[in-house]
């Protein structure tokens, strides 16, 4: 049993990551066939090794040259890290204040806004997004109310605008930032503060020198937690974005569904991929030296 329990962890990698990837590796080498399965060549081990030196002879990287020459899947790729960096900005600047207030809160209210925070999960992810709509709609709710204040003469027209998909992004990854740096921010010695304070640190100095240092890696994880995942997002630029918003997990499903062109969307699901492992390279090296600066 003790032989076993070590091992579970890459069993689990072995079955939900390693072995889907390899999947998607081989189809993104594959072409696009008029037939079913949708792609060539199929592996057929009834040929023994002249099978697999036919399907091995079928393999070819084409898809993601074409990934290079097409300027559309760069553009898809540029436009989805911009949108992604953006929105991540947006959520560090509005939950910090957020987990910093959280953790200053005497000790008997935090669990309440920890429920608080993470009550929107109670309800499912596609009536959130489409509650958007109707807020964001010509003559919608946000438009009533802009528009009965005073404020504005006419609809601003927010929806399928990519306005429209950074407010719901920053709406629906809000607790993923929160969370993190609560977590990090609630063990916090707040006498560090107060001893700043008494050497003559103002406010401003304090937090760069002090706060925000100790909570960067809360930061830092819940940046991951929402750009990662925003990186790949397909609903949000559906529902609230319009055709001029270009997102790379919209064109993989275009390519599947729409195209069924199985290899190139793989090719492109990979590039995501390679995409998204730098920002856990970069997170997992900085926490690494971190570490060794504490020892």
């Known amino acids: ?10 069993v689990w990698l072995l079955v939900f990551f390693l072995v889907p990837f390899g999947i998607v590796l081989k189809l993104s080498l594959s072409q696009t066939a008029s037939a079913m399965p949708p792609y060539q060549p199929v592996l057929n081990l ?57 953790a200053k809160a005497p000790a008997h209210r935090r669990p309440l806004l920890v429920l608080l925070v993470i009550l929107p999960f109670w309800m499912s992810f596609l009536i959130r997004v489409y509650a958007w709509i109707g807020i964001l709609r010509p003559q919608g709710l946000l438009d009533a109310v802009l528009m009965g204040a005073g404020l504005t003469s006419s609809p601003l027209g927010l929806l399928q605008t990519e ?3 950074l407010i719901g992004l920053v709406y629906c990854y809000l607790p993923f930032m929160i969370l993190p740096l609560f977590a990090t921010l609630e063990k916090f010695d707040w006498t560090l503060l107060e001893a700043a304070e008494d050497l003559g640190a103002r406010p401003g100095r304090s937090f760069r020198k002090v706060t925000l240092p100790l909570a960067l890696p809360g930061l830092a994880a819940g940046a991951l937690l929402c750009f990662i995942p925003i990186m ?8 609230l974005g319009g055709t001029d918003t270009l997102m790379i997990g919209k064109t993989l499903s275009d390519e599947f ?39």
């Open 257 to 295: 569904f729409k195209n069924r062109d199985w290899p190139l969307a793989s090719a492109v699901a990979i590039v995501l991929l390679v995409i998204i492992i730098g920002p856990i390279i970069l997170h997992r090296s900085i926490e690494m030296r971190r570490m060794e600066q504490a020892r």
């Open 232 to 239: 790949g997002e397909y609903v949000i630029p559906e529902l």
């Open 1 to 10: 049993m003790q032989a076993i329990v070590p091992a579970v962890p890459y």
């Open 46 to 102: 009834s040929e023994g090794l002249a099978g697999i030196a036919t399907f091995l002879a079928g393999l070819n990287i084409d898809n993601f040259l074409l990934l290079m020459e097409d300027f559309f899947y760069g553009e898809a790729v540029l436009s989805s890290v911009r949108i992604a960096a953006t929105a991540t900005a947006i959520l560090v600047v509005i939950g910090f204040p957020f987990a910093y207030a959280m």
């Open 163 to 165: 306005t429209a998909v």
